[in-house]
């Protein structure tokens, strides 16, 4: 999994759901509030420019009444062919009809005529400008649209932000739970995790998630199971050919069998233990040990040539059988896969091993140890793979956390080749305890084997 993420988290800016809910509400609200308000304000002006044409034209037909009667314009603001009347509502006139006009010129208040012939043929006209009340009413028009929309985007927003956070909310807990999972938690379901009372498409994504775990589950422990079976049913005819082996006349032939015969029956011990360790049911026996004493003992009693260097004694409660695999597997890597001098280094509770030769594979320290998978691409390699696999194994009963990393050296470069390899392992403050919960050191961990 933390191979995975490295491959796959690419450089960018990262945002979170509520806020990209929260631009897009503002955003739509701003769009249609601004379309909105052009609506509302381009209505109300013409609304009001035409009750201004009526009253205009209900003015001057008063007006027309007192001319005929009176035979003089004494209306207010009423004119007899004023030169200023716009040609185009004086050619209406002419025909005959009554007719009013709105003239804007773009800047300033427009301006309304109204014309009508009289009797004798005159053009009484009257010219106004739209009334400053007009202007005022919709200007605060103008005002409230304004206010109105910086609201909805406002209230836009914070709707956003909390429908986001919320949506945001139940992701990071699905996300949590799946990473639970990747980590080997069976018993942690998604769709628990985020719980709720509302349904919506994570609860989908939850249950698709948990499908997929369940069945990746079930295929892995019956992988499991079918690996232990055979290797179980192979560890009686492996032990009987191995007693032929030795009941055979000295000579090469038979030393040949006989060392055949003895990684036979290694390799079906190694997979029955990897095994036993994928089930998790294997529980650590405690004892309190002086580290550096014991590391020193058992490298010597492997390899006298190995140079062990204690920095710093410390007393450590841990299964010494189990530490002493993991040690042993080590060594052996290092012997198989590197090169001399192997330097074991015990300080307080972390123990470093590390060789000379070329380093562990990028791949495998990204994604870990892998069983029957050895650092040469065409299988061509010495081993299975799984020493590592059972030192990592191993390690997780212990509570401890084993790492893997090259030495290269400072400020080079990747493609510049290592200059060794480093295996630590990292023994807990606090012993594992009975109930199959190991604490786990803070920090992430690489490893991988060869």
């Known amino acids: 999994m933390r191979g995975f993420s490295s491959r796959y988290q690419g450089p960018g800016l990262r945002t979170g759901l509520r806020w990209k809910l929260s631009a897009a509400i503002a955003l739509v609200g701003a769009l249609v509030?601004?379309?909105?308000?052009?609506?509302?304000?381009?209505?109300?002006?013409?609304?009001?420019?035409?009750?201004?044409?009526?009253?205009?034209?209900?003015?001057?037909?008063?007006?027309?009444?007192?001319?005929?009667?009176?035979?003089?314009?004494?209306?207010?603001?009423?004119?007899?062919?004023?030169?200023?009347?716009?040609?185009?509502?004086?050619?209406?006139?002419?025909?005959?009809?009554?007719?009013?006009?709105?003239?804007?010129?773009?800047?300033?208040?427009?301006?309304?005529?109204a014309a009508v012939q009289a009797k004798d043929g005159r053009v009484l006209s009257l010219h106004s400008t739209f009334a400053n009340r007009s202007s005022d009413v919709l200007n605060d028009l103008d005002q409230a649209l304004v206010i109105g929309s910086i609201a909805v985007v406002l209230?836009?927003?914070?709707?956003?932000?909390?429908?986001?956070?919320?949506?945001?909310?139940?992701?990071?807990?699905?996300?949590?739970?799946?990473?639970?999972?990747?980590?080997?938690?069976?018993?942690?379901?998604?769709?628990?995790?985020?719980?709720?009372?509302?349904?919506?498409?994570?609860?989908?994504?939850?249950?698709?998630?948990?499908?997929?775990a369940d069945a990746l589950q079930q295929r892995l422990e019956a992988e499991r199971r079918v690996t232990a079976d055979i290797a179980h049913e192979l560890r009686t005819p492996v032990t009987g050919l191995l007693t032929a082996a030795e009941l055979l006349p000295p000579g090469r032939p038979t030393e040949l069998v006989l060392d055949r015969a003895k990684a036979m029956r290694t390799l079906v011990e190694d997979v029955l233990e990897v095994a036993r360790l994928d089930s998790a049911s294997e529980r650590a026996e405690l004892q309190d040990i002086m580290l550096g004493e014991f590391v020193t003992r058992r490298v010597a009693a492997k390899d006298p040539?190995?140079?062990?260097?204690?920095?710093?004694?410390?007393?450590?409660?841990?299964?010494?059988?189990?530490?002493?695999?993991?040690?042993?597997?080590?060594?052996?890597n290092a012997a198989r896969h590197g090169k001399p001098p192997v330097e074991v280094t015990v300080e307080g509770r972390v123990i470093r091993v590390r060789d000379h030769g070329p380093g562990f594979p990028e791949k495998l320290l990204a994604e870990g140890p892998?069983?029957?998978?050895?650092?040469?691409?065409?299988?061509?390699?010495?081993?299975?793979?799984?020493?590592?696999?059972?030192?990592?194994?191993?390690?997780?009963?212990?509570?401890?956390?084993?790492?893997?990393?090259?030495?290269?050296?400072?400020g080079s470069p990747?493609?510049?080749?290592?200059?060794?390899?480093?295996?630590?392992?990292?023994?807990?403050?606090?012993?594992?305890?009975?109930?199959?919960?190991?604490?786990?050191?803070?920090?992430?961990?690489?490893?991988?084997n060869r």
């Open 155 to 212: 209230g836009g927003s914070a709707l956003g932000v909390l429908i986001g956070g919320q949506l945001s909310r139940r992701l990071r807990k699905a996300a949590a739970a799946a990473n639970q999972v990747a980590q080997g938690e069976p018993d942690v379901r998604v769709r628990e995790a985020i719980g709720g009372v509302v349904r919506d498409e994570t609860d989908d994504l939850a249950r698709a998630v948990d499908a997929m």
């Open 370 to 410: 892998s069983r029957f998978r050895t650092g040469s691409e065409d299988r061509a390699g010495q081993g299975h793979g799984l020493g590592l696999t059972i030192a990592a194994g191993q390690a997780r009963v212990l509570g401890a956390r084993l790492t893997f990393r090259n030495i290269r050296p400072a």
């Open 33 to 113: 509030a601004i379309a909105l308000s052009l609506v509302v304000h381009n209505a109300a002006r013409v609304s009001m420019l035409d009750n201004a044409r009526d009253l205009a034209n209900e003015r001057l037909q008063i007006a027309q009444r007192n001319y005929e009667l009176y035979g003089r314009a004494n209306f207010p603001d009423v004119k007899v062919d004023d030169p200023r009347l716009p040609p185009a509502l004086r050619e209406r006139v002419d025909a005959g009809r009554r007719a009013t006009d709105v003239i804007d010129h773009g800047t300033g208040a427009p301006d309304i005529w």
């Open 414 to 448: 990747e493609h510049i080749p290592a200059e060794g390899a480093v295996a630590v392992l990292w023994l807990p403050e606090h012993a594992p305890t009975a109930t199959g919960s190991y604490p786990m050191l803070p920090g992430p961990a690489q490893s991988g």
């Open 305 to 332: 040539g190995i140079e062990v260097r204690v920095v710093h004694e410390s007393e450590v409660t841990t299964d010494p059988r189990r530490l002493e695999r993991v040690l042993i597997n080590l060594l052996a």
